[in-house]
């Protein structure tokens, strides 16, 4: 048994869920991955997958094989790519984690001219503000607004997120334009972020010279994620304080008005974040230089 070729037949099987989808990625017949995998659990003297006639699954033991086999397959098409030409024409998959705002705003209207730069690579986008386990969920790498608190993760901080608070004009036909910040507190709706895991709000955060003021208020909507907070902030539900960079053409178009100019709120760092201990493969290395190019191309660029 060639044991290298029969773990990426049992990898093909679990990523692609088929026999008949293995061997074609694999190119090789559906009998041959067949044999393989059957010679793999005969080695190993465990049964990895559960076959039916619809489906096929990995066992309790496969998939602890397949988290563990599949980071050495990676890491051995990494070692196999570093030399000649895929040092400037990087191949292979990149998985990254992002929020759904960085990824719809900033990041996937640019992935066109990443993908003019490096056509060989694929990139696999996770959508979601919740923790990602870099390693067990097989991420190369996040991008993450807010302070970084976790000691076992590496984070490059690429920029800062200004943030603006704004409303439509209708709704400031309606409730009127606030000249303070009290005025949040006791006159206006917000439209409140929070976060799932733990429904906590955060205070709106305003300062001008010395004077710093939190802001809690009244609301009508809370929201978990920025996309649903810019929408609602443009249904005319409230006062919205949102980054900047998701408000800034809606502001130019007239469907939002800036309020308070002469208050700011405090920047959020934007980071890259990656597992220690990890051979920063070439893919992450361009897809994080160009994430800081991007990140200065807008304006957030440290």
């Not at 066992?59 to 990494?78: P, V």
């Not at 503000?129 to 870099?134: C, I, K, Q, S, T």
């Not at 920029?159 to 000249?179: E, N, Q």
């Amino acid at each position: 048994m060639d044991q290298f070729l029969a773990v990426r037949a049992f990898t093909a099987v679990v990523e692609t869920g088929s026999f008949v989808k293995a061997a074609n990625a694999l190119e090789l017949p559906r009998n041959t991955v067949t044999k393989l995998v059957q010679a793999l659990e005969a080695h190993l003297r465990v049964k990895l997958l559960n076959r039916t006639t619809r489906r096929v699954s990995t066992t309790n033991d496969g998939t602890a094989y397949y988290e563990r086999m599949a980071r050495l397959i990676d890491e051995w098409q990494e070692a196999d790519l570093a030399l000649g030409s895929a040092q400037s024409n990087p191949r292979g998959k990149l998985r990254v984690d992002m929020g759904a705002t960085i990824a719809t705003v900033l990041v996937i209207p640019a992935l066109p001219e990443f993908q003019r730069r490096y056509p060989d690579l694929q990139i696999d986008i996770g959508v979601s503000d919740r923790p990602v386990d870099l390693l067990g969920d097989r991420v190369d790498c996040v991008v993450r607004s807010g302070v970084i608190t976790d000691p076992s993760l590496i984070a490059r901080q690429i920029g800062d997120m200004p943030f603006v608070t704004t409303a439509t004009p209708g709704y400031l036909r309606k409730h009127g334009v606030p000249k303070h910040p009290s005025d949040l507190e006791n006159d206006h709706l917000l439209i409140r972020y929070f976060f799932a895991g733990t429904g906590r709000k955060l205070p709106i955060e305003l300062v001008r010279g010395n004077e710093r003021i939190n802001v809690n208020g009244r609301h009508f909507v809370g929201i978990n994620d920025t996309n649903a907070m810019l929408a609602a902030g443009l249904a005319g539900l409230g006062v919205m304080h949102s980054p900047a960079f998701i408000a800034e053409q809606h502001i130019a178009s007239g469907l939002l008005v800036p309020l308070l100019r002469d208050w700011k709120a405090d920047s959020v760092p934007l980071s890259i974040v990656y597992a220690p201990n990890r051979h920063l493969s070439t893919r992450v290395r361009v897809f994080v230089d160009w994430m800081v190019e991007l990140i200065r191309e807008r304006g957030l660029g440290r």
